[in-house]
Structures are given as C-alpha cells and as structure tokens.
C-alpha cells in the first residue's frame, strides 16, 4: 500500500551510506579543464585562424566559414584525446530547458569502415529534428526545421561520461528563415543593440577609446534537496516539480531550529562534487548553506558576460541535478515546492561595462565619472518605469506565481530600490535643475562630488524586485528553474531604449550650444520627474504599498495569465523590432508558446491532484474513517459511550475532498478547444486553480487527522528533514 511506500523510504534513507569518492587531482588544477577555451584555440589553430575567431568572440559576429573547417579539426582532436566519442550540438529552446542533439564522430564511410566525420560545416550547422520543440507558429508544418549554428562566443567543452565523453557545442537555434526559435538568438542580438548604444553615450562623455559595452550576468541560484526515495513517492513532485499536497510544518520555516547547526554531511560531499565539476566546465561557482528553509541552499558563480553567464547557468541547472542523482538525492528547481516554505528564487545581478570604461555602474571617484555612473542608472530608472509590465512578463509562469502573486519575496509589482543616499542624490538633481538655483541641498551633475555610497547588502531590502547593491542591480523576481536569457534579453534592450533617449537629447541639447554639464543636468532632471514613480526604498511586503503602488500607476500583474499580455503592448512590440532583438512575428510566437506552456503546467497539476487524491488520499482516508466508525459501533455494541468527534472530523473533510474532487474532474472535461491562447490560459486559472486549492485544503486537513502509519504521502518534515 502507500504507506509501505512511504514507511520503505523512510527506512531507505536512513540506511543511506556517502559514497567514498577519492578525488586525486585538487581543485585547483581542474579549472576550465574540459573548455576549448582561448588558450587551448591559440596553441591549436593557425593565427590567421586564432584571430578570426577572436575578433567573432568579441565583437559577435557569425563564424567565418572559410576558416570553420580548421576550426572544426582543431577542435575534433582536442575532444578526442580527452576521451570523446561523441559529440552535441547544445541549444536553449523556448522551454527554457536545455536540448541535445548528440552525433557520433565516427560515421560509416562507402567502404564500410568508419571515418571520423566533423567538419566546419557540421559545426556551423546542425539540423536537430526540432519539430518537437514549441515555436509558437513561426515554423509552417510544410518546413519544420530548424537549425543548430555555433555561438563563437561560447567555448565548446567536453561532458564526462563513464561510457564516453561528449564534445559540446553551444549553440544558436534558428529556423530557415533565420527566426529566432530558442532563448541564445535574442540574447546575443539584445547585447548587440545595447552596447551600440551605450558606446554612442560614452564618446558623448568624451571618451574616445570606447570598446564594446557588455551585460554581466551573475545570477544567484536557490534549489531544494530532498532524499530520492521521499522523491519516487510523492507522484505529485515527480510530475510536476511540487507537492500538491502537504500539510505545512506548524511553526513555518523555523520548525526545526537545530537543524542550521550543521550542514548535512551528504550534502556536503554533494556540494564540493558540483564544485569541482563546474570548475571543470571553467564556472567559478561556490555552493553555499543557506538558511532561509530547511533543505535550501544556494549557488552562485562569478559573473561573466550575459552570453555566458547564461550558457553556465543552463549547465549549473543540469550540474545540480545530475550530480545530487549521486547522492541519492534529488535537487529541486521549482519555484515553490513546497507550500508555507519560502520558495525559490533566481538573483539575476547585472551591471554593463567594457575594459576600457570599466563598470559603468561604479559610482567612480571623480564628478565625471560620477555623472556618467548617474546617466546610465537613470536609463535604468527610466527602463524599469517605462517597461516594468515587460519586467514581470519575462518571469512569469505558472510556478513562479507562487512566489510573486503570493505573500512572498518580491512582490509582482516591479519597482526600484536605490537605497536612501542616490534616492537623496537624484531628489536633489531634480530640484536644481528644476529651480536652476545652486543651492544647499542641491547638486550639480559633472561639478559636485557624490557622497560615498555605502554599498547595501542583499538582504536589506529583499523585498524590492530590482534593486541598486552599489556596483550593479540585482533583478530578483527571476524563478530558480527559470533560464536567464528573457530577464537580461529585456535588461538589454530596455536599456538600448533608454540610453538612445538619453544620447538622443543630450546630441539635441549639445547641437543647441548647450553645455555639455547643464545638459546632462537636464536631461537626468527630466528622468527623475518622469520615472522617479517607480523608485521605491519600502517595505515591498506591506499591504500600504500595493495601495501606493496603485496611486502610482505602477503595475501589480499577479498572475502569468495577468502579465504575458505585457509582451503585446505595442510599445514593446515596437521597442524589440527597433533594436532589432524580436521581429513582431518573433515576439508574438513567445507570447503563444508562454501561454501554453502556463495552460499545460496548470493541466498537469490539476490532472495530477485528482488522481492522487482519489487513489491515495482518499482511500487512506476511508479506511481511517472505517477504523473510526467500526470503533464507535463495537463501543456502543457493548454500552461503552462512544466518542464520535473524530468519526465526525474525518468524516466531514472526506465529504470536502470528494466535493473538490468532483468540481476539480468537471473543470477538466470541460474544456474550450477554440479560444484563443489567452482565454485558454485564463480559463485555466480560473477554472482549475480553485478546485484543486478546495482538494487539497480537505487533503492537508485530512494528513493532520489519519492515522501516521496509513498516510501515503512522505510529509514536509519528513522530506525537508531527513537527508
Ligand atoms: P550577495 O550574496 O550579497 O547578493 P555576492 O557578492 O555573493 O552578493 O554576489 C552575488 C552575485 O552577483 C554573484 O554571482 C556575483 O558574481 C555577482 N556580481 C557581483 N558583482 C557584479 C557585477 N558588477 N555585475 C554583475 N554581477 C555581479
Ligand atoms: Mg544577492
């Protein structure tokens, strides 16, 4: 039955012993080990060759076919003297999952014997069959193809396997016509458009050797880890990432207080295994113990450019995943697994920069730098105001509106959080451009110079969505399964938006004999009365600020179903195709595929809570109910008075949860075919979102009176717990 399932992982997991690995080669040594990185290119490739391929990294521009083939030896004998049989052409496609496309080296020649076959042409292209993957309509059923292309900008690398090692490739995924069907394409183009921009703004700030301006991404990862057999017996996270059922632990989160005492020692040895294979993969990243939850700890790399970061964060996801199998573990990505928990979140840190200009989000020593540190944070300003909507579309899944619709860090209103100094520095901006006083109290942009910034740690104002930590932003409304690309793809091209404007007046204001001082003066003036409605250094908790938050006009997009609509507002429509980042076609497909795959998570879940509450839940429920009744009637047989609360208890939430269930399976026949992807999406909220609540609240009430040793679920205390 399913409480020996439940009792039998119980008894697993406590049987469990660590694995004895015996790691020779230190830590050190293993760094970018498994990267066809610019070394390993330099003293293999020709240096015609070498420097093609440098100058497409840096200023990422497609492979020069002529010199693909050389490239594509130089790599093929790299791989195959570390171990590689195979290789695989990796691409991000719309799921935000990451997809394979393995090939052997070795391909049957006419002869019958085998050749190693990769060429320049096979690295330049690759022909998945994709047709399995969501386009949103850009791929007719008369071409369904699409295609695989390296990305230059991110070094191929080597996967273990004890059967073989596996030559990755990173690549773009494209459809014939050219059409973005993946999440790298517009990232790439997104980082393009931005930096144009920003190198116009700096040379407007008189600088005249502007390299290419970039996006740094680092992006902090928090994950759950649960014993694998407590894993294979919840059908309900096996299906979809997340307990529908469970009562929550009594005393919220801090139910078990010596638990922070140590870390686990499973976990440990998990911890420094991801470790050393991500140093390999060249991803400086550090677990950590984090003590928000029972069970949650936290990763965080060193940041890198957005391309890359994105790239090492989709394999950190596969690392964690596949390295906790290992331990006997399983790690959870999902946002929310598990209900009156704190959930899961995806810090995305960024800031935008070149070697030449440095961080442009470094406040800097002198008054002009400080002006220029204040001229890209206002675009930032203005950027979150003007496309907060798209800020919170780019998040939004069904499992990620556990954390932002609910009662929980950050709320799904996007404001800005720039502590109280710059928030004081801008207020003051704005009065002296706006009276043209110099004054106290005043402060004139490229003149005076800013106070220290005092640097704000993370965890001070946590509940702000996006927020100034004193070098860069921290973007923190990103869920912890979600990939990085649809936050720094809207990051970027907000900010070509923003900075555009700026050069745009500031180029006005200069050809009208302005100076150059007075005009910066004006223009972040203008920002700061226009967009200061968004700056916001509260408590983003409280209900005060949703009232405030109204008056200001901002945004409060509970739901995805409330948000996606976000990425067809004409001023984001018109905004991608500008900078050239999503045509129309391309942003309208990502809508449709967003849609579906919120109805179909929202369709598993529902499907998925039926079948377990009427297979597991409700007949240990019965048989307690019957225990209970058989009780009463052989107490009264014999004139004992018979205490019937709990008969009537168990009995009353079994009426509850067969109500639920039957509204819950009605929802799901029911079910429209025409609507559109929206009405379906909402449809699915509205209709199916309620009963399962209704199931499970009779299911948890239910856990809280059955008797232990027939309940069939693994409880929250048992998994967050028992590792
Ligand atoms: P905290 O834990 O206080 O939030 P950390 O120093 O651990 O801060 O940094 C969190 C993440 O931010 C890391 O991935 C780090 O590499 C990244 N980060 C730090 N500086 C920058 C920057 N200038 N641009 C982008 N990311 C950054
Ligand atoms: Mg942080």
């Known amino acids: 039955s ?9 008894e697993a997991v406590t049987a469990y012993q660590i694995p004895d690995k015996d790691f020779a080669e230190p830590l050190g040594r293993l760094f970018g080990k498994n990267v066809f990185d610019l070394a390993r290119m330099k003293s293999r490739l020709p240096k015609v060759v070498y420097n093609s391929v440098l100058a497409t990294i840096e200023k990422g521009a497609p492979l020069d076919p002529s010199i693909a083939d050389s490239v594509a030896s130089a790599m093929r004998d790299w791989a195959q003297e570390n171990g590689a049989s195979h290789y695989a052409h990796v691409f991000y496609p719309l799921t935000g999952l990451t997809a394979e496309k393995h090939d052997s080296f070795l391909e049957p020649d006419s002869n019958g014997s085998s050749l190693a076959q990769f060429t320049g042409k096979t690295l330049i292209q690759g022909e998945p069959d994709a047709s399995s993957f969501p386009n949103g309509g850009i791929r007719g059923t008369f071409e369904a193809r699409g295609y695989t292309g390296w990305d230059v900008t991110s070094p191929a690398y080597i996967l273990e396997n004890p059967n073989g090692n596996t030559l990755c490739i990173p690549t773009i995924f494209v459809s014939w016509t050219g059409e973005a069907l993946d999440k790298k394409t517009p990232l790439l183009r997104s980082q393009q458009a931005m930096g144009a921009q920003a190198a116009r703004l700096l040379k407007l700030f008189g600088h005249t050797d502007v390299d290419t301006v970039v996006s740094f991404a680092g992006a902090e990862q928090e994950y759950f880890l649960i014993d694998e057999h407590f894993y294979f017996a919840r059908p309900d996270l096996m299906s979809a990432g997340r307990t529908l059922f469970g009562a929550k632990p009594a005393k919220g989160q801090q139910f078990d207080d010596h638990y922070f005492g140590a870390i686990p020692e499973r976990v440990l040895a998990f911890m420094i295994e991801v470790d050393r294979e991500l140093f390999k993969q060249g991803i400086l990243a550090k677990t950590r113990h984090n003590e928000v939850a029972p069970g949650q700890f936290e990763i965080a790399p060193l940041f890198e450019k957005a391309n890359l970061a994105h790239d090492h964060q989709q394999l950190m996801m596969t690392t964690l995943k596949k ?26 840190n960024f800031s935008l920069g070149n070697a030449n200009q440095g961080n442009l989000l470094n406040p800097g020593d002198t008054p002009h730098e400080n002006a220029q540190f204040l001229t890209f944070c206002a675009a930032i300003i203005r950027s979150v105001h003007l496309y907060g909507g798209l800020l919170r579309a780019v998040v939004a899944s069904a499992s990620n509106d556990f954390r932002l619709g609910a009662n929980e860090a950050p709320p799904a209103i996007i404001s800005i959080f720039l502590g109280d100094q710059l928030m004081d520095v801008y207020d003051q901006i704005a009065k002296g451009g706006a009276t043209g006083s110099k004054g106290a109290g005043t402060l004139e942009v490229g003149v005076d110079t800013l106070p220290k910034l005092k640097a704000d740690p993370g965890d001070r104002n946590r509940t702000s969505p996006f927020a100034f930590t004193g070098n860069r932003f921290e973007f923190r409304a990103p869920g912890s399964g979600q990939s990085i690309s649809g936050p720094m793809v809207a990051i970027n091209t907000m900010l070509a938006d923003s900075i555009d404007f700026i050069a745009t007046e500031l180029e006005a204001k200069l050809a009208a004999g302005v100076e150059f001082n007075d005009a910066i003066q004006a223009v972040l003036e203008g920002i700061v009365t226009d967009h200061g409605a968004v700056i916001f250094n509260g408590d983003g908790y409280s209900q005060a600020w949703q009232e405030e938050a109204a008056q200001r006009g901002l945004k409060n997009l509970r739901t995805t179903p409330d948000a996606l609509p976000e990425l067809q507002d004409p001023a984001v429509i018109a905004m991608f195709d500008k900078y050239k980042v999503l045509s129309p076609r391309e942003l309208h497909s990502r809508h449709e595929v967003y849609l579906e795959q919120y109805v179909l998570s929202v369709h598993v879940e529902a499907a998925e809570t039926a079948k377990v509450a009427k297979t597991a839940i409700l007949p240990a429920a019965l048989r307690y109910q019957a225990l209970l009744a058989d009780n009463v009637a052989k107490l009264s047989a014999v004139d004992i008075p018979a205490d019937r609360t709990m008969l009537d208890e168990v009995t ?4 509850k949860l067969t109500a639920g269930l039957a509204a819950l399976e009605g929802a799901l026949a029911h079910e429209s075919e025409e609507a559109s992807s929206l009405d379906h999406a909402t449809q699915a909220k509205n209709e199916l979102i309620p009963p399962m609540a209704d199931v499970r609240a009779a299911a948890d009430a239910l856990e809280g009176l059955v008797a232990d040793d027939l309940w069939p679920l693994p409880t929250y205390q048992e998994m967050l717990h028992i590792l």
Do not use: W
């Open 2 to 10: 399913g409480s020996d399932t439940r009792h039998g992982a119980i």
């Open 323 to 348: 390295v906790a199998e290992r331990y006997q573990m399983t790690c959870l990505l999902h946002e929310k697994p598990f209900a009156g928990v704190n959930g899961s979140g995806k810090h995305v």
């Open 652 to 655: 009353a939430q079994i009426g």
